[in-house]
T-cell receptor, first 112, second 113 residues
Framework: GDSVTQMEGPVTLSEEAFLTINCTYT??????LFWYVQYPGEGLQLLLK?????DKGSNKGFEATYRKETTSFHLEKGSVQVSDSAVYFC???????????FGPGTSLSVIP | DAGITQSPRYKITETGRQVTLMCHQT?????MFWYRQDLGHGLRLIYY???????DKGEVPDGYVVSRSKTENFPLTLESATRSQTSVYFC????????????FGPGTRLTVT
């Protein structure tokens, strides 16, 4: 069945470090891909998305590129801040009628 | 308030009690979802609904009941709470069509003693 795999962490980085969180997926067809972020004590919120191969989603300095050939959607940020400390979820959805399938989440802590 | 809200935000109940978690959204979204979030399990889908009066099971439906008589409300009931149902519960909603975003509520932290 369809699934999403991501590094579970926890990941600890110093402020201004480069961030990569790996995400790969298994799905037939051409799913839409998403990154959601969950700040402490809150619900998930959409960070960025990409709907077709080679699309790049970006928001708040984060980027991810939809790579069909490697079935990947890695999240990157050039310089993390303490305020980026959160749990990040990679997710996919095949059609507008399907459920979203979430990865297990990656906890990120950024220390000053 | 606009958006998606959940109540209560925190609840402590005893084993065997019935408890209902409420979810309300103001966008008239077709789809609504209930997830539970537990350490080591990530997010797991309990139930979902594609429209009023249409509900379906997710990954972990046992011990839960849902209803959707109105588009904007999607209550989740634990008919006889067990300790294994201690968790954080998130409601979400999504419109129909396209790669539409799924919006999450703030969560309800439920403790069953």
């Amino acid at each position: 069945g369809d699934s999403v795999t991501q590094m579970e962490g926890p990941v600890t980085l110093s402020e201004e470090a480069f961030l990569t969180i790996n995400c790969t997926y298994t799905a037939t067809g051409y799913p839409s891909l998403f990154w959601y972020v969950q700040y402490p004590g809150e619900g998930l919120q959409l960070l960025l998305k990409a709907t077709k191969a080679d699309d790049k989603g970006s928001n708040k300095g984060f980027e991810a590129t939809y790579r069909k050939e490697t079935t990947s959607f890695h999240l990157e940020k050039g310089s993390v801040q303490v305020s980026d400390s959160a749990v990040y979820f990679c997710a996919l959805r095949k059609t507008s009628y399907d459920k979203v399938i979430f990865g297990p989440g990656t906890s990120l802590s950024v220390i000053p | 308030d606009a958006g998606i809200t959940q109540s209560p935000r925190y609840k402590i109940t005893e084993t065997g009690r019935q408890v209902t978690l409420m979810c309300h959204q103001t966008w008239s979204h077709s789809y609504m979802f209930w997830y539970r979030q537990d350490l080591g399990h990530g997010l797991r889908l309990i139930y979902y609904s594609a429209a009023a009066d249409i509900t379906d099971k997710g990954e972990v439906p046992d011990g839960y009941v849902v209803s959707r008589s109105k588009t904007e409300n999607f209550p989740l009931t634990l008919e006889s709470a067990t300790r294994s149902q201690t968790s954080v519960y998130f409601c979400a909603s999504r419109g129909q069509g396209g790669p539409s975003e799924q919006y999450f509520g703030p969560g309800t932290r439920l403790t069953v003693t």
